[in-house]
Structures are given as structure tokens and as C-alpha cells.
């Protein structure tokens, strides 16, 4: 069910720009095999009141541990794709409202390497050339996460690990934030969604759903997310458990544990403070009062 939500929710890029264009789908994903070709159809709709030029190319993209895209020209990145892509014309022209759908023709090499291959297939509006205007230019992408199946069931490897444990080690007061570090070990891309289950030693457990992202090959990302209960103080004991679906389709679970302390060392230091200053002022009024005493 976790993994389930996680396809389902999961939202890579926003599929429109207010005033510019729209385009859907925004991510396909599917298994093609080396030597084959495959036609994939993407919509693209003019959301502007004008006619809007456009251009469409292919670029390879990564995502960083914090799950934020970058792109590259093709050929960039080992397991690029961009190259694979190809529609019939590289220029659109849409009228206001229109609705344009494109065939993007995918061709793998007849030698590949087994495993995920990845593009971003953009459409990019080309600005007017107004004289004395300032333009602003859109574009949006279709991701393609593709999949070239081996000779034998070995060639796919869908593993992932957790790396380590983000946790706050004292956090004064909630919200805490914490997450897992997680490192894609195997050569396809994985949608990893994550959940912690906190006990804390005052008793009253929760769980606390961290999200999920999407992992390429030999890479890491970090899931992570902010705790809204946390006590006032003590002890936690925390256990992430990341679950992911292999090879085979089988959903596989893994969970590391630690533990943290939730401490209010501003209300200690000063409670403390003027708990220092209140016996203070007492010792000192009662050895003023001693001395009245003696005088009499």
C-alpha cells in the first residue's frame, strides 16, 4: 500500500506554466528492448490567447540527493536516452486553445546496456520578437524513464540500501525534522517511499509518513520529513523503514533504528537561571534577617 501511494502521489514536474503552454503526460515510463522501436504519444495545448511558437528537443536530466532535476545535453549522462528520441518536426505552431497531439518515435541501439536509460523530451516557447519588450520563455517536459531488459533475469538489478539516518542527535522542540539517506545500488530507477515509527519513552508512540522520490541508478536521495508531536522531554527511539519494489515486481521492506533527545535547554537554562537567582535571594534575605535578629 505504501508503495501504491507512492506511485500514485508522486509528481515529478508541473505539466503547465500559467499564461504558456501545457504538456501531458508528464513522466512515461515503460520496458523497451534493445533493436526495437516504440511510439510514444505526448500531448502538448496552448494556454496563451496568441499563437505560440515552439520548439521540441531531447536532453538527459539527473536528479540530486534532495530530488531536484538538472539537465544536460545528450550523451551527457552513462545511461542517456536523449538520443533515442525523435518526432517529425522539431518547430510547432499552436493557435489559442489548441491541442496538439505529438508521436515521439523511441529507437534503442541494437547494443545497449541492460538496464535504465533516461531522457526529457522539452517543449520550449519561442518568444516574440516585440522591439522595446522583455520576453519570457517556457518550457515544459515529458520524462521518460525507460527500461532495456537483459539476456537473463541477472542483467536487472532493483536494490537499495539505507545509507545512514538523518536525526537531530537534541532537538530542543518540535517540529523535528529527520529522514533516511537511501543509495540506489542496482541499474534501474526505484520509487522509494518511506515511514518512521517513533516511541518515545514517555510512552504514546506515532508514525510519521516521510514521502517518497524517485532514485536513479548509483545514486542517492534523501527522504525526509518534520514530526509535529514531539514530547516536551525524553528519549525517542525512532526505526525507518523504506520499502521499494525489486526485480521481480516483490515489494521489499528495510528499516534501520537510532534514537534521539528532545531537550528544552532555553526553558532548562532558564528555569535554571532563575531557580540560581531565586535561592540566591533567598540565602541573602535570610542572612539579612539573621543579622536584624542578632542586632535586637
Not at 502521489?9 to 508528464?26: F, Y
Not at 505526448?42 to 515552439?54: C, K, T, Y
Not at 533475469?153 to 518540535?174: F, H, Q, T
Amino acid at each position: 500500500m505504501l508503495l501504491a501511494a507512492a506511485f500514485l502521489s508522486i509528481n515529478h514536474l508541473s505539466s503547465d506554466a500559467e499564461g504558456g503552454i501545457r504538456v501531458w503526460p508528464t513522466w512515461v515510463e515503460f520496458t523497451i528492448n534493445s533493436g526495437e522501436q516504440a511510439t510514444q504519444p505526448v500531448n502538448v495545448q496552448n494556454l496563451d490567447d496568441e499563437f505560440v511558437r515552439m520548439r521540441v528537443y531531447a536532453m538527459d536530466f539527473s536528479i540530486d540527493r534532495e530530488g531536484n532535476f538538472a539537465f544536460y545535453d545528450s550523451g551527457y549522462e552513462s545511461y542517456s536516452a536523449s538520443k533515442w528520441l525523435a518526432i517529425e518536426e522539431g518547430e510547432l505552431e499552436l493557435a489559442p486553445g489548441e491541442v496538439r497531439e505529438i508521436d515521439v518515435e523511441v529507437a534503442t541501439p541494437a547494443v545497449v546496456e541492460p538496464g535504465g536509460h533516461y531522457a526529457a523530451l522539452f517543449f520550449e516557447a519561442i518568444p516574440s520578437s516585440n522591439q522595446g519588450a522583455i520576453s519570457i520563455s517556457t518550457r515544459i517536459p515529458s520524462l521518460f524513464y525507460l527500461t532495456v531488459p537483459g539476456v537473463t533475469e541477472a542483467d536487472i538489478s532493483a536494490n537499495a540500501d539505507i545509507v545512514s539516518l538523518s536525526m537531530p542527535g537534541i532537538a530542543e522542540k518540535g517540529p523535528v525534522e529527520m529522514g533516511v539517506v537511501v543509495r540506489n545500488s542496482g541499474n534501474v530507477h526505484l520509487t522509494v517511499a518511506a515511514k518512521a515509527h517513533l516511541s518515545p519513552s514517555w510512552g504514546g508512540g506515532s508514525e510519521l509518513d516521510l514521502g517518497q522520490m524517485v532514485i536513479l541508478p548509483n545514486s542517492e536521495g534523501v527522504i525526509k520529513g518534520n514530526w509535529q508531536q514531539a514530547p516536551f522531554f525524553g528519549r525517542v527511539k525512532t526505526s525507518i523503514v523504506i520499502g521499494y519494489l525489486d526485480q521481480n515486481g516483490e515489494l521489499v521492506n528495510k528499516s534501520q533504528t537510532s534514537d534521539f533527545w528532545v531537550i528544552p535547554w532555553k526553558v532548562l537554562t532558564f528555569g535554571t537561571v532563575g531557580l540560581c537567582l531565586f535561592i540566591s535571594g533567598s540565602v541573602i534575605i535570610g542572612k539579612r534577617y539573621r543579622l536584624r535578629l542578632e542586632r535586637k
